[in-house]
T-cell receptor
Framework: LAKTTQPISMDSYEGQEVNITCSHN???????ITWYQQFPSQGPRFIIQGYKTKVTNEVASLFIPADRKSSTLSLPRVSLSDTAVYYC??????????FGKGTRLSVIA | DAGVTQSPTHLIKTRGQQVTLRCSPKSGHDTVSWYQQALGQGPQFIFQYYEEEERQRGNFPDRFSGHQFPNYSSELNVNALLLGDSALYLC?????????????FGSGTRLTVV
């Protein structure tokens, strides 16, 4: 069973910042938080990973509070091409990935 | 550098038949995992192969079997196909789980059972 809870869907207009929050109340000490993006008829693609505080790369930012029971994926200035399903996963890195249903983001022009 | 390659991209089979799907991992990766993704659902873990042996398995019946070859490529076999086996089958490779983000997924094989 997935160890995370995230909204089923979100809508956003182009150019806006999108924040997707994921709850993982039972996260273990050695778990990392990883986000994947999936377009229709394609495999998931790694976006970002973090353990605590804030991580930023060229695609997104990941905010993790001190208690690590939740995390927020932030996508700056989304475009139509960001329309996809976003998955939040937590695991220690030595077990197969367990996916939930993800969040379906629809970007509107 | 080629990523994960899966073949075929699409396949139509009749109920009761058997199917074999193929996966070539990303260069440098030695571990292959297979996932089944039904429409509207997240990928579900089938099994993982490392050093030509099944290392972990998800909650799938014995009709699902696999193999890994010395060159790290892998096959997924499904026997006695059911209508419910219709799904996107994804292959993911990584380097012996050194890091979560080491997983690279292929574009999948779309299997339709009629």
């Amino acid at each position: 069973l997935a160890k995370t809870t995230q909204p089923i869907s979100m809508d956003s207009y182009e150019g806006q910042e999108v924040n997707i929050t994921c709850s993982h109340n039972n996260i273990a000490t050695n778990d990392y938080i990883t986000w994947y993006q999936q377009f229709p008829s394609q495999g998931p693609r790694f976006i970002i990973q973090g353990y605590k505080t804030k991580v930023t790369n060229e695609v997104a930012s990941l905010f993790i509070p001190a208690d690590r029971k939740s995390s927020t994926l932030s996508l700056p200035r989304v475009s139509l091409s960001d329309t996809a399903v976003y998955y939040c996963l937590v695991d220690p890195g030595n077990t197969p990935l367990v996916f939930g249903k993800g969040t379906r983001l629809s970007v509107i022009a | 550098d080629a990523g994960v390659t899966q073949s075929p991209t699409h396949l139509i089979k009749t109920r009761g038949q058997q199917v074999t799907l193929r996966c070539s991992p990303k260069s440098g990766h030695d571990t292959v995992s297979w996932y089944q993704q039904a429409l509207g659902q997240g990928p579900q873990f089938i099994f993982q192969y490392y050093e030509e042996e099944e290392r972990q398995r998800g909650n799938f019946p014995d009709r699902f079997s696999g193999h890994q070859f010395p060159n790290y490529s892998s096959e997924l076999n499904v026997n006695a196909l059911l209508l419910g086996d219709s799904a996107l089958y994804l292959c993911a490779s990584n380097e012996d789980r050194k890091d979560n983000y080491g997983y690279t997924f292929g574009s999948g094989t779309r299997l339709t059972v009629v």
